[in-house]
């Protein structure tokens, strides 16, 4: 009875040994995206592309924004090793002022958190700039 159960503890511990090396990983093509200068209105969606490029099925369990201007979507499914997807970021391109956001994604790979970064600045055409040399005032002439 002794032999069998020593028999079975090896078992088990070598089944555990081999379920640590399937790990899924994440990797990122660019974890910044760069807006560049936009216009007000502008389409400001934009993708993370990644890959699984590990040996286990990749699950992502959340992707959040630094801020409600900034809406994540991402697969739902378990990304496959050696399969690649997207990440969608939309940015609400109304809002004139330079973009500095933070989009956290949390997933089983061995680097459970990653920080993805959207930059850039959406400006208004329609509206004067501050920076334009000013007509001279009568009282200048």
């Not at 934009?46 to 699984?52: C, D, G």
């Amino acid at each position: 009875m002794k032999h069998i159960i020593t028999i079975l503890c090896i078992t088990i511990m070598s089944f555990s040994v081999n379920a640590q090396e399937n790990v899924a990983k994440i990797e990122f093509k660019t974890d910044v995206i760069d807006y560049g200068t936009i216009e007000k209105g502008a389409d400001g969606v934009r993708f993370f592309e990644f890959t699984n490029t590990g040996t286990a099925p990749l699950i992502i369990t959340k992707v959040k924004s630094s801020c409600g201007c900034t809406i994540p979507s991402w697969p739902e499914e378990p990304i496959m090793p050696g399969k690649s997807e997207k990440i969608q970021v939309k940015y609400d391109t109304n809002r004139v002022m330079p973009i500095r956001k933070t989009i956290t994604v949390s997933s089983n790979a061995d680097t459970p958190t990653v920080a993805l970064k959207i930059k850039g600045l959406v400006v208004d055409s329609s509206k004067n700039s501050v920076m334009k040399k000013k007509k001279k005032s009568v009282i200048e002439q």
